[in-house]
């Protein structure tokens, strides 16, 4: 499905809660890349060095950055707060459907997401046999929605995440650091690199191949602006959206709530 991702600014006032939760969402995904970027701008986040080869004329940069002011517990509650306003949206909007179908919503009535089609379709034929929802509304769900992992992989993955989250903390993985702006002269003052950008992700230490050519008398090089760094943070193994970017990943599902929220506005 293709949604057009303004329209959300446009949706009556029957889902004007499920938009503000969807808000809210977006707010916190923001907050995460506030406090990964203060993270990174902090005076003694990293530091830079400088290991010398002079046997093989060879330099490498050193980048050390401080592991233990890395803010994983706070981005993993932010991480959650994001999933429960989502996944609260749904909910919100489930009780609205039922509502609009002159049905009656219980206390546990929630968005139906399952695993495959056939398992979605049991709760959705209940529901059309208490009269909660329409036959129209089942087909729609089973057929355009498909809330389910091969039909619908962002809404299942936040369905399964928010779960995930009810029990432990989804502790989120530091995988790469781009440090922009470095500088590097040698000592007599020649530069030597200015402007580059390195990317850090297993190893720390980066051999520079051009500094034989730049540096021919094989001089001391010296750090003169170790520059500023940016982070990605990555979601464990193990758990949807594995290996991915976490604030990417994020946004997916809050574009496919977003959309899923204006499809049924549109159908109503």
């Given at each position: ?10 949706l ?20 995460i ?29 050193r980048?050390?950055f401080?592991?233990?002011?890395f ?25 609205v ?8 919503p ?5 968005f ?20 909660q ?21 962002a ?8 779960i995930?989250?009810?029990?432990q ?26 402007n ?8 720390s ?14 001089q ?42 204006q499809?049924?506005d549109?159908?109503l």
């Amino acid at each position: 499905m293709i949604y057009d991702t303004s329209y959300s600014e446009k949706l009556t006032a029957r889902f004007e809660q499920s938009t503000a939760k969807i808000n809210r969402a977006k707010f916190h995904i923001t907050n995460i890349e506030t406090v990964l970027r203060d993270w990174t701008r902090a005076d003694d986040f990293h530091i830079v060095t400088i290991q010398h080869d002079y046997r093989k004329q060879l330099a490498y940069l050193r980048f050390t950055f401080n592991e233990l002011t890395f803010p994983a517990t706070e981005l993993a509650l932010v991480i959650g707060d994001t999933f429960h306003n989502l996944k609260s949206s749904l909910d919100i909007l489930w009780h609205v459907v039922m509502r609009e179908c002159h049905g009656e919503p219980s206390d546990y009535t929630k968005f139906p997401v399952e695993n495959d089609r056939d398992k979605l379709a049991v709760p959705l034929a209940a529901a059309v046999k208490k009269k909660q929802i329409t036959q129209t509304v089942m087909e729609f769900m089973l057929d355009t929605v498909k809330p389910y992992k091969t039909g619908n992989y962002a809404i299942w993955a936040l369905h399964k995440l928010n779960i995930q989250d009810k029990h432990q903390l989804l502790i989120p993985i530091l995988s790469i650091l781009k440090f922009d702006d470095v500088y590097l002269e040698n000592e007599m003052g020649t530069r030597l690199l200015e402007n580059q950008f390195f990317l850090m992700d297993q190893s720390s230490s980066i051999r520079i191949d051009r500094l034989s050519v730049l540096n021919p008398l094989n001089q001391k090089i010296i750090v003169k602006d170790k520059g500023h760094a940016t982070a990605t943070v990555i979601f464990d193994l193990g758990i949807p959206f594995q290996g991915e970017a976490v604030v990417k990943s994020l946004k997916i599902m809050t574009e496919a709530v977003s959309g899923l929220v204006q499809a049924f506005d549109l159908l109503l």
